[in-house]
């Protein structure tokens, strides 16, 4: 099932909450290679925690979080409009509030609490 975007394009919405997308301008070829990097990064984290490596850790958390910088999922946003960045914010909630109502059950996107809701 694939997660709602709002109307704009900013915003997935995963359990009831906002989670910002890439950059729509990266070049195609970019966007993957850091996608690549990002799924490396998270991939050697696991691998450091499993481990018990503290230092790994963090270089790999440190590489997590450079990815998603570059992809715009994470630092100054990407719109140039002065919107506030809403990640982590509950979509029923805000300006997309009625958005989110129009959604319904059943979509997989949510009920009115932000739950999901499954489509069986």
Known sequence: MEPLVTPDGRYLVV???LWRRSDPSLDPEERQRLVDELMSA???????MRAGDDAAREAARARVQAAKEAL???GPVWWDDGAPDLTRHLARTGPYAAWWAEQGPGDGAGDESGEPVSRS
């Not at 998270?42 to 450091?48: E, V």
């Open 42 to 48: 998270r991939s050697a984290k696991g691998a450091a």
């Open 72 to 74: 715009g999922e994470r």
């Open 15 to 17: 359990r009831g909450r």
